[in-house]
């Protein structure tokens, strides 16, 4: 698979937005931001690419069916009581309360992406890479939506059976077998920043641009993503119940993964 295959199915996406779902933690005990859907272009975009360069690269992971960002891994050799999974499932649930779910199409707190990275990465969190290959979607056709640097913006929101779906992965915690998945080994800390080469198509959180909802509403300035104290304020009470129990990846390294490459 050539860099430009692929190229050309990325520009012609048009960019769009990743909205918070909740905080939750995922299998393995993994601290996770669910979004709540992969919105009309950037599912197109994830078919053409299964479709069309099936043959060149492996077959999708259930990893990157969803939209997810990793906050968090526990220590190596650290396992979760039932009782902690309760409190660490309710503070997640407490500090996602500051997300406006009020309406499904809101982006004032969402994350703009207009760029996607071809990323050769060296450990799983991608604190290290060797390289990152920045491509800019650029729309192909008309959408409904705003224009944002001379690009033209896909504001749909993920559909209902694409935010059901989701909804549903992040509902079974609730479950009153979860405890018995979140509590299997694996995805510590050394599994996301141990030598592991690969290559992935991911949105970098560094790139993410602020909403222009957000900007009109003097929600934050243009630099400090909105999500962002959100996500310290879950940081610093997991870490306060819980100190030295999580490793936090790097603010640098957060993003979100569209699929693996190789």
């Known amino acids: 698979m050539g860099k430009e295959d692929i190229q050309q199915y990325i520009k012609a996406a048009h960019p769009s937005f990743l909205r918070p779902l909740q905080f939750f933690p995922a299998w393995q005990g993994v601290l996770t931001l669910a979004f709540s859907g992969f919105p009309p272009s950037f599912k197109k975009l994830k078919e053409e690419i299964n479709e069309n360069l099936a043959a060149a690269i492996p077959k999708e992971s259930p990893g990157s069916m969803w939209p997810k960002m990793t906050l968090g891994a526990l220590k190596d050799h650290v396992r979760l009581t039932p009782e902690m999974l309760g409190r660490i499932s309710k503070i997640c649930s407490e500090v996602s309360s500051d997300f406006d779910l009020s309406d499904p199409a809101s982006t004032s707190q969402a994350l703009l992406v207009d760029t996607l990275d071809i990323a050769f990465y060296c450990c799983r969190s991608l604190e290290r890479q ?22 033209l913006v896909d504001e749909s929101p993920p559909s209902k059976e694409e935010r059901d779906r989701v909804q549903g992965i992040v509902n079974e915690v609730h479950l009153p077998d979860y405890w018995f998945f979140v509590s299997k080994d694996g995805n510590r800390e ?11 198509l991911v949105h970098h959180f560094q790139h993410s641009k602020v909403a222009p909802a957000a900007r009109q509403e ?4 243009t630099s400090v993503h909105p999500l962002l104290p959100i996500i310290e304020k879950l940081r610093s009470r997991i870490d306060e119940e819980y100190p030295g129990l999580y490793a936090w990846m790097k603010d640098s390294s957060l993003h979100c993964t569209f699929r693996a490459l190789m």
Do not use: E, K, M
């Open 130 to 151: 060797v390289f990152s290959h920045s491509i800019q979607l650029q729309g192909a056709g008309s959408v409904d939506g705003s224009v944002v640097q001379n690009r």
């Open 190 to 200: 050394t599994h996301y920043r141990g030598n592991a080469l690969g290559v992935s």
């Open 218 to 221: 003097n929600r934050c300035s």
